[in-house]
């Protein structure tokens, strides 16, 4: 399934929070007075959020900046949201009297990742990224995978699509990152390979 399905059913924001299903998988997104269910991630949606993460981390965590988070619940200017990947800023996270995170995210991310699906459109990510930018956050970046571009998108309104040889770029949040286009799309590809002829041992290989 490439395009959300929509639950149609008339409830505030405040009532939709409430519920008791909105993080079960696949989560439930608040969107312009509606719940949609999103969109389950296949195998290349996965693996370039899940590499996305660790690099935002790797760079920001050692210096205290903050950190990268996969499909984190952001509620704010009347939509609660599911992003593929979030990065906060240490400033906003938010933790409580003993220093432990608090759950929920009242605020923007301040990196939004929007990565496709197949066959989804695109129009829609994009829809997600300008509200976003629009509302607080500083950076959004849409990933294609299948198409193999990229978009960043940011809080002055403006969208730009990167050249093949070009990289996202964390300013002015994170003054330094830089990945490019051209290692996001290489996370696609598989790095350990078993030779043909090899059976595998150990759980799961040839019973002795």
């Given amino acids: 399934m490439s395009i959300p399905s929509r639950v149609r059913t008339p409830l505030t924001l405040e ?3 409430r519920l008791p299903e909105i993080d079960e998988h696949p989560a439930r997104e608040y969107i312009d ?3 949609e269910v999103k969109v389950a991630a296949q195998k290349k949606h996965c693996m370039i959020q899940k ?3 660790m690099s935002l981390d790797a760079f920001a965590e050692p210096a205290f900046l903050g950190m990268a988070l996969p499909e984190l619940r952001c509620t704010f200017a ?4 599911v992003p593929d990947v979030v990065f906060l800023l240490s400033d906003h996270i ?9 759950n929920e995210t009242f605020r923007p991310p301040d990196i939004h990742v929007e990565i496709a699906s197949p066959d989804q459109p695109a129009k ?3 829809e ?11 950076l959004g970046w849409f990933i294609d995978p299948e198409r193999r571009t990229v978009e960043v998108f940011r809080a002055d309104g403006s969208r730009t699509r990167l050249a093949d040889d070009g990289a996202l770029e964390g300013e002015p949040l994170l003054p330094g990152y830089r990945v490019t286009v051209g290692t996001v799309f290489g996370w696609l590809k598989l790095r ?5 002829d090899e059976e595998p041992t150990g759980p799961g290989g040839p019973m002795s």
């Fill in 94 to 102: 938010d933790v409580n009297s003993d220093g432990e995170l608090v």
């Fill in 124 to 126: 829609r990510n994009r």
């Fill in 15 to 17: 009532q939709f929070l």
């Fill in 128 to 138: 997600r990224l300008q509200f976003s930018t629009a509302n607080g956050c500083t």
């Fill in 192 to 196: 350990v390979v078993r030779p043909r």
């Fill in 33 to 35: 007075g509606k719940v």
């Fill in 78 to 81: 009347g939509r609660s949201i």
């Fill in 51 to 53: 590499q996305l993460v």
